[in-house]
């Protein structure tokens, strides 16, 4: 097993007595009777949830199915693989392909998350479909930018390769009785996955969502997954270390040490998106959240105020950053440790943290298998599609300023860019009341667009000492959209669009070349839905049009701060 080191300085005891709270109340033994009086009166979407702890097993069982279709993909002679999804549909893949790379002789797998055209776009121009496996996954078989995506591609294959064989180079993963299940049989699709219903998106990783593209890639399964059932049968002890991994985040936050910073080795640095996602859709409701800070640059001591939680998570022999993590354990700032073997150790981290996660939603006395607030971005963005079928056009942002190529809209009274954004972040200094900042990108990603973000949110950590998060567009909604409607209302909101240089449509259905709109009209759609359902529950938003030159004017706008 992996090894693992706490420091909790002064908080040591409060935790301790939660600790104890957790091994008289029996909460590990309930949590595998599937006992929803742990989180809930009611069982609504708890008892049909909460089949994630027998995830490992389960798969296990299912292994020869998985590798009869790597094997049969392979003969056939695909080189890529290319997956459709959104959350936990997508980033779990995104962390194998990224973390363990694709063995000789398997599938190049990349993922699909963005509805953003040139995203889409980017792999009409780089992927030959004659060798390309798409892959349709989505738990409910209802979601509009899978379902977008799969419209698009099985359109643009059956327009290359004709019908027939566009149908071969289509797999689907979906649960039983979905829409996309019915449409996959319709069009003869090459192989249906039918994941076990009662596990929700975010806790998918270790059934067919995350284990399939895993297998493409040729990752061994049968290790990974045994590495996942010891810590799984580790977490029904009362004093299992997942268990108490729960019981520090919650308890930590109560007090308010709530952003819950992950550090981890480059190798496997995606693994914070996925865990993002979990902790923030999983604990941010009712009022109250945990904030996962992933990706940050890792800062000196000065740099962060005593709301922080710092997750180390690296291999052995690998200590680039155990001086800072140190530094920070000295300034009094709790930190878990997490000492790797190998990158199959990621399979009992998968676990692992989803355990710890439903433990931290006792804590907090929250329901953590639900998600009430995604719908309502969801609602406006469907509104607004709506009003562009009706009228032609989207409804149309007001710009208070506009200057050297770009434009804000948001409530200032400033006449300046320069202190229309100070003014936003000087909210920052009102004591008590925002403590954290969240830049939403609705732009097409790229490395360099990434770095240029990344630069924009260092400055604003490091000038005012805050947390900082960043997330494209759409796929966010699918992650920590959940926690900014739904948490105490702590965040600010920087939401950033772009002329769209090209676009393009989408069909009505797969293998129709008629369209109502198309994926611009989409994400701009979903910019606006998210800006109005944040409005709407009270949150501070300014949206900044970054014109034709992304990188440039995020240059600019980092040199005001």
Not at 61 to 66: L, N, P, T
Not at 82 to 103: C, I, N, R
Not at 273 to 286: D, H, M, P
Not at 450 to 471: D, M
Request: with cysteine.
């Amino acid at each position: 097993m992996n090894l693992i080191k706490m420091f909790l300085g002064k908080y040591e005891n409060e935790v301790k007595s939660v600790l104890e709270k957790y091994e008289n109340e029996n909460v590990a033994k309930r949590i595998w009777e599937k006992d929803h009086t742990v989180w809930s009166d009611s069982p609504e979407e708890v008892t049909n949830r909460l089949d994630w702890l027998i995830s490992p097993e389960e798969t296990l069982s299912k292994i020869e199915e998985v590798n009869a279709f790597v094997e049969d993909i392979k003969s056939a002679g695909f080189t890529h693989a290319l997956l459709l999804g959104m959350g936990g549909s997508s980033l779990a893949p995104e962390v194998f392909s990224f973390s363990f790379g694709t063995k000789e002789g398997f599938l190049n797998l990349q993922v699909l998350d963005s509805t953003d055209p040139g995203a889409v776009l980017n792999f009409v121009k780089n992927l030959d479909p004659q060798k390309t496996l798409y892959i349709v996954s989505t738990k409910s078989g209802g979601t509009i930018e899978t379902l977008s995506f799969f419209k698009y591609f099985f359109t643009y294959c059956q327009n290359k390769l004709g019908k027939d064989q566009a149908s071969k180079h289509f797999a689907a993963i979906t649960d039983p009785g979905s829409g996309l299940e019915k449409m996959a049989k319709e069009l003869n699709l090459r192989k249906i996955f039918i994941n076990n219903p009662n596990i929700g998106g975010r806790y998918s990783v270790l059934s067919f969502f995350g284990t399939v593209p895993a297998a493409l890639l040729g990752i061994d399964l049968t290790k990974l997954l045994t590495n996942a059932k010891t810590i799984a049968d580790d977490s029904k002890n009362p004093k299992s270390v997942s268990g108490e991994i729960g019981v520090v985040i919650g308890q930590l936050a109560k007090l308010g040490r709530d952003k819950l910073t992950f550090v981890y080795s480059d190798k496997i640095i995606s693994f914070g998106t996925w865990v993002e996602q979990l902790i923030a859709e999983s604990t941010g409701k009712n009022g109250v959240g945990i904030l996962p800070i992933e990706s940050e640059n890792l800062e000196t001591q000065e740099y962060y105020k005593d709301d922080r939680v710092f997750v180390y998570t690296h291999f052995e022999n690998e200590n680039s950053l155990s001086a800072k993590i140190e530094s920070l354990k000295n300034a009094g700032h709790p930190v878990i440790e997490i000492i790797l073997n190998d990158v199959f150790d990621l399979g009992a981290e998968f676990f692992r943290w989803e355990f710890a996660t439903a433990v931290s939603g006792w804590v907090l006395g929250i329901q953590p298998f639900d998600q009430p607030n995604v719908e309502s971005a969801k609602i406006e963005a469907k509104a607004m599609i709506n009003n562009y079928l009706e009228k032609g056009e989207l409804p149309k942002l007001n710009f208070a300023i506009e200057e050297n190529g770009i434009k804000l809209s948001g409530n200032t009274k400033a006449d300046n860019l320069e202190n229309a954004i100070t003014g936003f972040l000087d909210n920052l200094n009102e004591k008590e009341k925002y403590n954290y900042v969240s830049i939403h990108a609705y732009v097409t990603p790229t490395n360099t667009t990434t770095e240029a973000l990344q630069n924009f949110r260092t400055k604003i950590q490091q000038k005012y000492k805050t947390a900082v998060t960043i997330g494209y567009g759409p796929r966010f909604l699918h992650s920590t959209g959940q926690l900014h409607k739904g948490d105490s209302g702590n965040g600010l909101f920087i939401q950033f669009t772009s002329d769209r240089k090209e676009d393009t449509a989408i069909p009505k259905s797969a293998g129709v070349n008629d369209s109502e709109f198309s994926f611009g009209v989409l994400v701009n759609a979903q910019l606006m839905g998210d800006r109005q359902a944040l409005l709407n529950n009270n949150r501070k938003v300014i949206t900044i049009d970054l014109g034709n030159n992304v990188n440039l004017n995020l240059e600019k706008l980092t040199s005001l701060i």
